[in-house]
């Protein structure tokens, strides 16, 4: 009897053991599946964000930023311009992607074919059939609109015409004239505003900094953050110099960052909305001997200007790395 009942209670000792064992198991099976799940989520989570951002970083970088172009000569392509575009300062896209560039000394804008240099055609900003003199530096469009800057910072307005057309404006004084001689332009459509490039500082407190002011499009007046300023150090420091002098001025379609050339130095930079210097090189061709404009072909070809300086001006397309 004594057997019997130690026997029967070691096997309900047993079976106690084994529920309670199955039930552990299933409750840890239960808490890993779990966890499994939440750690895959997790790293989905995790892959998505850094897939976001390599995304992000190709977009905002590939075939865009300063070093992904290929400044050798073998692979730029380079036309020699007429002489009526001896004096070529500015360079711009239109949303339809045809180039048009203008000339320092006369209020007339060309539209040049970039793919042979040829002038398409060429209309002036009058109201008497003879187009205003000034000093222009640099161009930019806006929608339907065309936007010409001279040193001084004064703002002229007009749409496009036809060949041979002279058409009527609208002038800004932006007032920045009096801080900086503007060198640049080129249009933010993130904040719908132009950029006014300076090269030299009017006055001895402004000396050693660049600045760019944002100009806006709705409100037809500078906005009130006030400039962006850039040491000139932080360019010239990469290209062994101490001046960096900017003459032209656009912002990458891609990136969205700013690409500024500097005729003097014969040099490019690229810096960030903020002002944050990425990269600044030398152009190594000979022929550049005065880079006045700057913009981005619909292949992502970087498209400079050259001004004559005694011969005759270039248009020169630098391709972009695929």
């Not at 073998?74 to 009526?84: F, H, I, M, P, V």
């Not at 398409?120 to 000093?135: N, R």
Request: hydrophobic share 40%; charged share 20%.
């Amino acid at each position: 009897m004594y057997m019997r009942t130690r026997g029967d209670k070691f096997l309900l000792g047993f079976l106690t053991f084994g529920i309670l064992f199955y039930l552990l198991t299933m409750q840890f099976k239960r808490d890993s599946s779990i966890n499994s799940i939440s750690g895959s989520l997790a790293l989905g989570t995790d892959t998505l964000k850094v897939r976001s951002s390599l995304d992000t970083t190709q977009v905002v970088h590939g075939g865009s930023s300063l070093k992904s172009y290929d400044f050798e000569k073998e692979t730029a392509t380079r036309w020699k311009l007429s002489n009526r575009l001896r004096e070529i300062s500015g360079l711009a896209m239109t949303n339809d992607n045809r180039l048009l560039a203008h000339n320092d000394e006369q209020g007339i804008i060309f539209e040049i074919d970039y793919r042979n240099g040829a002038i398409v055609k060429a209309f002036g900003l009058g109201d008497l059939g003879k187009p205003i003199a000034g000093d222009f530096e640099g161009i930019a469009t806006v929608d339907t609109l065309i936007y010409l800057v001279t040193s001084s910072g004064r703002l002229y307005e007009c749409r496009e015409g036809v060949d041979g057309e002279t058409v009527l404006f609208n002038v800004y004084a932006t007032g920045v004239g009096r801080e900086y001689e503007i060198e640049g332009l080129a249009y933010e459509p993130n904040q719908r505003t132009l950029l006014l490039m300076s090269k030299n500082p009017l006055s001895p407190e402004l000396q050693g900094q660049i600045a760019i002011y944002h100009w806006s499009i709705d409100t037809k007046q500078l906005v009130e953050d006030g400039p962006t300023v850039i040491p000139i150090i932080d360019f010239a420091r990469h290209i062994g110099g101490r001046k960096f002098q900017p003459s032209g001025i656009e912002r990458s379609p891609v990136s969205g960052n700013y690409f500024v050339v500097a005729a003097r130095q014969s040099a490019i930079a690229e810096i960030t909305p903020s002002g944050k210097v990425i990269a600044v090189m030398k152009f190594p061709a000979d022929w550049h001997r005065q880079v006045e404009g700057i913009t981005f072909a619909p292949d992502r070809a970087l498209i400079v200007s050259d001004e004559g300086a005694g011969k005759h001006a270039r248009l020169t397309l630098y391709p972009a790395s695929q």
